[in-house]
Nanobody, 123 residues
Framework: QVQLVESGGGLVQPGGSLSLSCTAP????????IGWFRQAPGKEREAVSC????????YYIDSVKGRFTVSRDNAKNTLLLQMNSLKPEDTAVYHC????????????????WGQGTQVTVSS
């Protein structure tokens, strides 16, 4: 099982930006299909984005398209999530997760996930 560690969360005003990172000590992330999901208090897990290991195709849920960008920094063995134009409804704990496929990840069918980092969007 891949051990995943997220960082970069915080408090930001509506319209602001944050960049989240995910690392995996001892594992090479470029070989994994990987992405992000979030969970707000009292709500179900919601997959947000995914990047495939085969061709680095990216996928997003409709509510974040055009605002969020998922990418890999293979030199740093890091998964990134750049979040712009943040809204209060983006407030949640954000987790990175691996999956067999991006279609699986977007159905929240994860194989591994980290403990998450809190993102709060509030004025």
């Amino acid at each position: 099982q891949v051990q995943l560690v997220e960082s970069g969360g915080g408090l930001v005003q509506p319209g602001g930006s944050l960049s989240l990172s995910c690392t995996a000590p001892g594992f090479t992330l470029k070989y994994y299909t990987i992405g992000w999901f979030r969970q707000a208090p009292g709500k179900e897990r919601e997959a947000v984005s995914c990047i495939s290991h085969s061709d680095n195709s990216t996928y997003y849920i409709d509510s974040v398209k055009g605002r969020f960008t998922v990418s890999r920094d293979n030199a740093k063995n890091t998964l990134l999530l750049q979040m712009n134009s943040l809204k209060p409804e983006d407030t949640a704990v954000y987790h990175c997760a691996t999956a067999i496929t991006c279609s699986g990840l977007l159905r929240t069918d994860f194989t591994s996930w980290g403990q998450g980092t809190q993102v709060t969007v509030s004025s």
